[in-house]
């Protein structure tokens, strides 16, 4: 039963680690369940902080991915208008597939700068950094996904 568990907490492992780069898919979270069912094996022992501490960082690494977004339009030059339009295209995004994820938001900014009245150039440098913003979080939920796949290897073997 062991292995069986241990297997399908691998397959987590990998699935999560797809999520961070396919949109749509909650790569941290599906990682981190990974750890809870390594945990109810006999070979695995995590102690409850270093669940919590994960969970906390898995909690905080999915708000980060419909906030970096905004946080990379203003970085970059953006308005309110931009801001705002990144983070409706983040969940208009949502159901328009995978490349909704990744372009909703650019879209969302430059649509947001251009009914704010800017000219073309500094919307899409608006633009420009909410997909910086994406990217960003895309990095954070690979490291994160990683060092939790490295945690599962370490206490496995």
């Known amino acids: 039963m062991d292995i069986a568990l241990l297997v399908i907490a691998f397959i987590l492992m990998l699935i999560g680690i797809i999520g961070c780069i396919v949109p749509g898919l909650p790569g941290t979270p599906i990682a981190y369940a990974g750890l809870w069912i390594a945990q109810i094996t006999e070979r695995v022992d ?3 902080q270093f669940l919590l501490v994960w969970g906390i960082v898995t909690v905080v690494i999915s708000a980060l991915d419909y906030i970096v977004p905004a946080w990379g339009t203003k970085r970059y030059g953006g308005t309110k208008w931009g801001v705002w339009g990144s983070t409706i295209g983040v969940f208009v995004g949502l159901f328009a597939g995978p490349w ?14 251009l009914l704010g009245g ?24 690979l490291i994160a996904c990683g060092l939790m796949i490295t945690a599962l290897i370490q206490a496995v073997w």
């Open 46 to 48: 995590f102690n409850w």
């Open 118 to 141: 800017k000219a073309a150039q500094e919307a899409l440098r608006a633009g420009w950094g909410s997909f910086v913003g994406i990217l960003f979080g895309t990095v954070l939920k």
């Open 100 to 113: 909704g994820v990744i372009l909703g938001p650019l879209v969302g900014a430059v649509i947001g700068e």
